[in-house]
């Protein structure tokens, strides 16, 4: 898989990526997938990106997944702390799959120092 990455990226997460997506390491879920494809350049970009993100392991949401996510934000409110929802259903996904989040995202930052959980 050759996953594109922006091109203002390191060398070094280029080569991190590449060894977590040569492991089979790696995960998206819907919401991950809008976010990507929506700022593809054109047709062919899209259908190029979304074809490699088909390829990867795919986390279900469930109810308890959402109830989490409110609960997360709910907390993370009640400390002063507001977190983007797609950010939110993020981190509930990995909280229920029991996965490690790879991320350039303070916002993960801010829940990983305030668990809510």
Known sequence: MD???K????ATIKELVGDLLEKD???TCGLIM???LQGAKNNKEYNIIAEEMNAL???ETNKEVWNTGAQLAYNLRR?????????????????YYDLTIFHADHYYEMIAKNPAL
């Open 3 to 5: 996953f594109s990455l």
């Open 34 to 36: 809008i976010e990507i």
């Open 57 to 59: 392991h795919y986390l």
């Open 25 to 27: 390491l790696v995960a």
């Open 79 to 95: 400390k002063g702390i507001t977190v983007p929802t797609v950010d939110l259903c993020i981190a509930s996904l990995a909280t």
């Open 7 to 10: 091109h203002n990226c390191s």
